[in-house]
């Protein structure tokens, strides 16, 4: 199991959180890893993690990156800008892959430098966006954010959009138009079986 170079490096209810996020995409990808050869499992954990990931980017997108802004000034404005490239280079080839058969080696290509890209970004987060921005804005402000990054995370796109605005109100309101298409089609994709994920947990 992989673990972030910047996990705990900092400390408050917003990194707890996105910290937690970010532990469950490396944990889903070594499920996907994992299960070489079975195209089935494969297919069910490449499409959770990209559920995760979708979800996990336009949250911070609506909620943390515009506290950053707001709390860190320009250097605030300025690590927003750069997370959000990030997400755009992620959104873009989690969106290339959709049209590839998890398995396959142009699948795993794409998949792996999607990953080692967010190691990066995720780091990058933990070590020096939160650690800056947890002070700025206190325990109880971290815990209001902790809760409305979650809570968002339930009205989101679960697939990844990279013509939508990364911005609010722009984000919000496309987000919220291609949610309930992106749960439609959640309906008719598959996902880790219970049993899958009580044995990934056990392992």
Do not use: C
């Given at each position: 199991?992989?673990?972030?170079a910047?996990?705990?490096t900092?400390s408050?209810p917003?990194?707890?959180?996105?910290?937690?996020?970010h532990?469950?995409?490396?944990e889903?990808?070594d499920?996907y890893?994992?299960?070489?050869?079975?195209?089935?499992?494969?297919?069910?954990?490449?499409?959770?993690?990209i559920?995760?990931?979708a979800?996990h980017?336009?949250?911070?997108?609506?909620?943390v990156y515009p506290?950053?802004?707001?709390?860190?000034?320009?250097?605030?404005k300025k690590?927003?800008?750069d997370d959000?490239?990030?997400?755009?280079?992620v959104?873009?080839?989690l969106y290339?892959?959709e049209?590839?058969?998890p398995g396959?080696?142009?699948y795993?290509?794409?998949?792996?430098?999607?990953?080692?890209?967010?190691?990066?970004?995720?780091?990058?987060?933990?070590?020096?966006?939160?650690?800056?921005?947890?002070?700025?804005?206190?325990?109880?402000?971290?815990?209001?954010?902790?809760?409305?990054?979650?809570?968002?995370?339930?009205?989101?796109?679960?697939?990844?959009?990279p013509?939508i605005?990364?911005h609010?109100?722009?984000?919000?309101?496309a987000?919220?138009l291609?949610?309930?298409?992106?749960?439609?089609?959640?309906?008719?994709?598959?996902?880790?079986?219970?049993?899958m994920?009580?044995?990934?947990?056990?392992?």
């Open positions: 199991m992989t673990s972030p910047g996990s705990g900092a408050g917003l990194t707890e959180k996105i910290a937690e996020d532990q469950e995409m490396y889903y990808y499920e890893k994992n299960a070489k050869g079975n195209r089935d499992a494969q297919e069910r954990w490449a499409r959770l993690l559920w995760e990931i979800r980017a336009v949250g911070e997108e609506l909620v506290l950053m802004e707001e709390h860190l000034g320009e250097e605030g690590l927003a800008d959000r490239a990030d997400h755009q280079f959104k873009e080839q290339a892959i049209s590839l058969t396959t080696q142009d795993d290509a794409k998949l792996e430098a999607v990953m080692a890209h967010l190691h990066q970004h995720n780091d990058s987060e933990e070590i020096k966006d939160l650690p800056l921005l947890e002070p700025a804005i206190g325990v109880e402000a971290s815990k209001i954010a902790a809760a409305s990054f979650k809570r968002t995370k339930k009205f989101v796109p679960t697939r990844t959009h013509s605005p990364d609010p109100p722009l984000e919000t309101i987000g919220f291609a949610a309930p298409i992106d749960k439609l089609k959640d309906m008719f994709s598959i996902f880790p079986t219970d049993e994920k009580q044995e990934a947990k056990s392992s």
